[in-house]
């Protein structure tokens, strides 16, 4: 889940469940996990005081993120 930015770029969505169904215990590791599997780069939440959040930067092109993404979903999914 994440809440919609207020004039940000970047998103702060709530992965705490996926974690979960990965096994992973902390934001930290969950962003370690990202940047080998899916090669996306994103900063845990735990830096900002918030565990079971990644900082996702939005300030590239739409086929950047899109490209992320689907990244971010293959990783999980081969892992779930």
């Known amino acids: 889940s994440c809440v919609k930015p207020d004039g ?3 998103m702060f969505p709530n992965v705490s469940e996926c974690m979960q169904k990965l096994s ?3 934001s ?3 962003a370690k996990f990202l940047i080998q ?3 996306v780069a994103t900063v845990p939440g735990s830096a900002f005081g918030a565990e079971g959040y990644i900082r996702i930067s939005y300030a590239t ?3 950047n993120l ?3 993404m ?3 979903q ?3 999914e081969a892992r779930i």
């Open 8 to 10: 940000a770029f970047y």
């Open 74 to 76: 293959q990783a999980v």
């Open 66 to 68: 899109q490209e992320a």
């Open 24 to 26: 992973i215990d902390s």
């Open 28 to 30: 930290e590791e969950f």
């Open 70 to 72: 689907s990244r971010i």
């Open 37 to 39: 599997e899916a090669r």
């Open 61 to 63: 092109s739409m086929e």
